[in-house]
């Protein structure tokens, strides 16, 4: 899971930094940032996707995961690619 922070909607409300602080910290306005790397390591899944759906102004969003390369079981059955849902 990829994500990103679009810092000119967020409002300051905080709650991504409640869900993940390691993840969004907030600067001295109260505004988040996104450290590290946008790459959301498996065991922060949980608490990242929290605060991506908590955002009352949706500032946080996922990034498209990059295509497996053709013949490396890049289909499912159906022929179609598999798709990652994030569930509330």
């Not at 922060?44 to 996922?62: F, G, M, S, Y």
């Not at 890049?74 to 598999?82: E, L």
């Amino acid at each position: 899971m990829k994500i990103k922070l679009d810092r000119t909607r967020c409002d300051g409300f905080g709650v991504c930094a409640k869900h993940a602080p390691e993840h969004f910290p907030l600067d001295d306005w109260g505004y988040a940032s996104l450290a590290g790397d946008p790459a959301i390591a498996p065991q922060d899944e949980p608490a990242v996707t929290r605060a991506l759906l908590d955002c009352p102004v949706h500032a946080i969003t996922t990034l498209p995961e990059p295509s497996p390369p053709a013949g490396e079981n890049a289909t499912v059955a159906g022929g179609t690619a598999p798709q990652r849902r994030i569930v509330p």
